[in-house]
């Protein structure tokens, strides 16, 4: 019974309640000294012997149990001293596995942005853009992972590895995507005519996923303001975004245009006659906006599903002035 106290009062990790239990243990052994000397005087004379046997025995026990507490409370004083000691030597230790740990992730993280960069290599090489892009966002995953992280020179290395391939596949994406506008004849408006309808059947798919890819290259704007929302100069929300990257690649043989006719030496290029400029490029909006509407505006999707891809279009030709 006594092994049993002690196992449940005190364990590996309390014993410096060992105190508290002598002070306890001396209070009951008290106790029972003063029932003993209550009893007697309610105790008739063939009951006496029992009750003294018992409170006998108890006050064994306490004594028994009072000095086993005694002991380990001194136990307990020397092995504070050693468990200091102990814990001074595996200090060191602690801290290497720390830093291993330390070193563990670093390599990690290092070894997934080597691991996606090989890999936007390999399908480039290979001639599939659409699954680099794809290990691209992954590589972008991480560097927005990392963005929080104290290895400045961790951080900057997956920011620089980023750039680098983000620059490579929109200059990779953007070609192949300016040669299926030149197959689609664009910037010539599209028709009803049946050729025309032919044509965009055929390029249809492609100009999708063109589309698409370089939508996940570019910048996402920023979030919309507030319904109603000016900013200080007046401008309409949103009109004086960046333009979105694959609507600036088509805008792109606009632009050339603009300065072939209102660039040099060219007649059209008057001062005199600024309403030329205006009419040209109010045509080319016009020629234009259903296939911004009806085309372009359903591809905006995720964090373009706000954009007006009409209004997007705006700010381009008009920017060339």
């Given at each position: 019974?006594?092994?049993?106290y002690?196992?449940?009062?005190?364990?590996?990790?309390?014993?410096?309640?060992?105190?508290?239990?002598?002070?306890?243990?001396?209070?009951?052994?008290?106790?029972?000294?003063?029932?003993?000397?209550?009893?007697?005087?309610?105790?008739?004379?063939?009951?006496?012997?029992?009750?003294?046997?018992?409170?006998?025995?108890t006050?064994?026990?306490?004594?028994?149990?009072?000095?086993?507490?005694?002991?380990?409370?001194?136990?307990?004083?020397?092995?504070?001293?050693?468990?200091?000691?102990?814990?001074?030597?595996?200090?060191?230790?602690?801290?290497?596995?720390?830093?291993?740990?330390?070193?563990?992730?670093?390599?990690?993280?290092?070894?997934?942005?080597?691991?996606?960069?090989?890999?936007?290599?390999?399908?480039?090489?290979?001639?599939?853009?659409?699954?680099?892009?794809?290990?691209?966002?992954?590589?972008?995953?991480?560097?927005?992972?990392?963005?929080?992280?104290?290895?400045?020179?961790?951080?900057?290395?997956?920011?620089?590895?980023?750039?680098?391939?983000?620059?490579?596949?929109?200059?990779?994406?953007?070609?192949?995507?300016?040669?299926?506008?030149?197959?689609?004849?664009?910037?010539?408006?599209?028709?009803?005519?049946?050729?025309?309808?032919?044509?965009?059947?055929?390029?249809h798919?492609?100009?999708?996923?063109?589309?698409?890819?370089?939508?996940?290259?570019?910048?996402?704007?920023?979030?919309?303001?507030?319904?109603?929302?000016?900013?200080?100069?007046?401008?309409?929300?949103?009109l004086?975004d960046?333009?979105?990257?694959?609507?600036?690649v088509?805008?792109?043989?606009?632009?050339?245009?603009?300065?072939?006719?209102?660039?040099?030496?060219?007649?059209?290029?008057?001062?005199?006659?600024?309403?030329?400029?205006?009419?040209?490029?109010?045509?080319?909006?016009?020629?234009h906006?259903?296939?911004?509407?009806?085309?372009?505006?359903?591809?905006?999707?995720?964090?373009?599903?706000?954009?007006?891809?009409?209004?997007?279009?705006?700010?381009?030709?008009?920017?060339?002035?």
């Amino acid at each position: 019974a006594m092994d049993q106290y002690l196992d449940e009062t005190i364990t590996d990790d309390n014993f410096r309640v060992l105190p508290d239990v002598l002070k306890s243990l001396k209070k009951e052994r008290d106790h029972l000294k003063a029932q003993l000397t209550g009893t007697v005087e309610t105790t008739t004379v063939g009951e006496w012997p029992s009750i003294v046997l018992d409170i006998q025995s108890t006050l064994k026990d306490l004594d028994i149990l009072h000095d086993r507490c005694t002991e380990l409370d001194c136990s307990s004083q020397l092995l504070d001293p050693v468990l200091i000691k102990c814990a001074k030597a595996i200090e060191p230790k602690v801290e290497e596995l720390v830093d291993a740990q330390r070193s563990q992730s670093y390599l990690k993280w290092l070894k997934a942005v080597q691991k996606w960069s090989g890999s936007i290599d390999i399908c480039l090489k290979r001639g599939s853009p659409q699954d680099a892009v794809r290990a691209y966002s992954k590589l972008s995953s991480i560097v927005g992972q990392l963005r929080n992280s104290k290895c400045a020179h961790l951080k900057r290395y997956a920011t620089d590895i980023q750039q680098h391939w983000c620059a490579r596949l929109q200059d990779r994406v953007t070609s192949d995507f300016l040669v299926m506008l030149k197959e689609l004849k664009w910037p010539t408006p599209l028709s009803s005519s049946s050729h025309t309808q032919d044509l965009w059947n055929k390029c249809h798919h492609r100009f999708t996923e063109l589309f698409n890819l370089l939508l996940e290259l570019g910048t996402p704007p920023p979030p919309a303001p507030p319904h109603g929302h000016h900013d200080p100069e007046g401008c309409p929300p949103r009109l004086h975004d960046p333009v979105v990257l694959p609507i600036n690649v088509l805008l792109d043989p606009l632009k050339k245009r603009f300065q072939f006719h209102f660039y040099g030496n060219k007649k059209t290029n008057m001062k005199e006659k600024p309403e030329w400029y205006f009419t040209q490029v109010s045509a080319w909006i016009n020629d234009h906006s259903h296939f911004m509407e009806k085309i372009v505006q359903p591809m905006m999707q995720g964090p373009y599903q706000g954009v007006n891809a009409r209004v997007r279009h705006l700010p381009g030709p008009h920017s060339i002035l």
